[in-house]
DNA sequence: GCCGTTTTCGGCCCGACTGTTTTCAGTCG
């Protein structure tokens, strides 16, 4: 059972219990819980294999929680949700996810009206006996049958390359309204995650009506879904909503702080203030007297960090996992930034499935700036994408050969390959052919729903062989649409680490793999990452700062990443074993 | 349920907006 399954009974058990009206601190408890195991960077099961003694030394488990991993690990289940289920059917917890309806409205309906599921509710609006109950009314009636029409939608998070286009669209968008003194995003957009719930923007204006008068004439907008004095919401055609905040000037840096979270660094923040004596808000941090709260700052994100000693840090890191740690040591990265890569180590060409020529994509990559790169077309097996068998390599790798001999010595193209990892094992092409490539790529594409230990096992086989220098796409998950290979990744880190072999985070904004949490884990290892953008087109390569965004979330510098480094520097890494 | 350089008990981040209410609970971020 992996760290995330573990982590979806907390929430689970959380969102139960709080339908069930329980204190809402255990509840925080539990939901704090799971966001520490989702994110911590070894595997919860291993530990409770190995040292069980040690699940409460990581900060938010106790005993309870540490306890309950233990049954989850052993059994996979959690007799607490099993207890509760026999009381409260899981379907109830689908009315949570209905926008405007919360633990307490549910209850409510469930207690009153019997009502287990959706169609229930929906039933219950129609015929109107929702409005009979005290504190709902008609209105609430139609909010939810809205709301039940659009749950799935609301609740889907986009990727952040459609955030991003979405952003682009806005700030264009607002670039016509005047009386505009500063505009930002924020939220989990500006944290740079993988994806994106919703759009924050913040906007110093003395005009708020007019700038949510403007937001509201955004051509995509469906319906306003609330709107006050200086916060408004909208949800777009695609049910994707953006909130809008008007703040003055002097409270800029805390609403922006504040607005682009997480939740959990902006809840330790406000306990490290409460620890001296401040209160912190959107409108800044105060010193807390008697009756009186003193404004210390909060123009600036700066201010409002440096009156608690902290630093600002990078929004990618603000997840509430090492960050503050590291702030207190004196240890915070300094973060791998977009201008630090210059090689790319994995795309195709029109020899398999891409879309240009070597001479394509070299004038390509030379436009942006890169130094090197690796023509790593498929292998044979991967007959669909018409990959290169030893006879079709050699005569490529010949071209690459002549090809490099025409370039000036600013630029160097490397003869690669992705080599199939094949089902039964054992790589696509004899080791003799792959001895002659400057970097082998090994993946798998075929097999993907083996059983756990046979994907490791081909893995770590593959990690073995002394040609490969690195496992592009490791999990070979796609976001919101394909999980990952059941696999042991600890056993691949420590396979990685133990033959000197690198890790890929592969750029394609639907791919990001390895994730944020898997770079970090791999990192502390010491094995060394390699951002890829496994282009198939000349514009396929620009998908590079996405790869680059996810590592600064890994935390993850300039030096971690190998293809910062010149082509002999990152070659002479591969197979070096750090011990 | 978790946590501790004030504390092993008593705290736990904070505010805007809405709908249904006559002062506030629920939801959301």
Redo the contacts with the bound molecule.
Sequence with gaps: MDNAKIAAAFDQLADLLEFQGA?A??I???R??SRVIRDYPESIASLVHTDPGAL?D?????????E?CVALVQTGQLP?IQEILQQVPATVLDM?R???????????LYRELGIENLEQLEQACQQQQV?AL????????Q?ILQ?IAIADAANQRIYWYEADQIATELRSHFSSCTGIDQFEFA?SYRRGRETV??L?ILVVSSDPEQVMDHLASFPAVEE??????????IRLTTSF?V?L?VVAQESFGAAFQ??T?S?AH??????L?????L?????GIFRVEEED?IYIAGETEEDLYAALDLPVFAPELREARREFEWAEHNTLPELITTTDVIGDLHMHTTASDGKHSIEEMVAAARQRGLQYIAITDHSQRVTMANGLDPGRLLEQWKQVDQFNETLDDDFLVLKGIECDILEKGGMDLPDEVLAQADWVLAAIHYGQKQPREQITDRLLEAIANPHVCSVAHPTGRLINRREPYAVDMDAVFQAAADHGKMLELNANPVRLDLDDIQCAAAHSHGIPIVINTDAHHIDGLGVMPYGILQARRAGLAREDVANTRSWPELRALVGVVSG
């Design positions: 204190n601190f255990r925080r408890a539990y704090n819980s409460t990581i900060n938010g488990v106790g005993k309870a929680v540490a309950k607490q949570l209905v926008p405007g309806l919360g633990p307490k409205k549910a209850a409510l409005r005290k504190g709902l009314g008609a209105k609430t009636e909010q709301g939220g719930g919703d924050d306003t879904i609330a709107r006050g004095d200086t916060k408004m919401s909503q909130d905040r504040y607005f979270g939740q902006n809840v330790h923040l406000r306990g203030a409460r620890q001296r004596g209160k912190i808000n959107e409108y709260e």
